[in-house]
């Protein structure tokens, strides 16, 4: 052992690093749209985090594309994936802003906090190794 990282350690820091700096850029975008539709009283939070989450989608898809995982896997391939991908957060997401805003009452930024904590790793894991996964099925 030399002590040093390993070319595949050195892979997935980057990996993680720049799957941190999308998610964080889509994260701004979902939650400036979803506190801006719930405080200007335009949806309320099960809306609002629909409309954001939606609205986060894209930044998510070709950052995680480009830079996370520098897939080289067709669009026709990765994009549905990674929409399935997307979708399985999104369920997850209203589920847990329907149960802590909805039946316990937690303030929406509150939930957020908790969102933005959960899903990710949920998500890292499924397009590492699904979504972006060049190859194979």
Do not use: C, D, K
């Not at 052992?1 to 701004?28: C, Q, W």
């Not at 805003?101 to 790793?121: D, F, K, Q």
Request: proline share 4%; aromatic share 14%; charged share 10%.
């Amino acid at each position: 052992m030399t002590g040093r990282p390993e070319a595949a350690e050195l892979g997935l820091r980057r990996s993680v690093l720049a799957f941190a700096a999308v998610g964080l850029a889509a994260t701004v975008v979902h939650v400036s749209i979803g506190l801006v539709l719930v405080r200007l009283g335009y949806a309320s939070p099960f809306w609002a985090n629909f409309i954001a989450f939606t609205a986060a989608f894209s930044v998510s898809y070709f950052g995680h594309r480009r830079w996370s995982f520098a897939s080289r896997s067709t669009h026709r391939r990765s994009l549905p994936r990674f929409f399935s991908v997307a979708l399985i957060a999104l369920a997850l997401n209203q589920v847990l802003v329907h149960v802590l805003v909805g039946r316990l009452g937690i303030s929406y930024p509150y939930t957020l906090l908790v969102l933005v904590t959960l899903v990710p790793a949920l998500t890292y894991s499924l397009s590492r190794f699904w979504a972006f996964r060049e190859g194979g099925s």
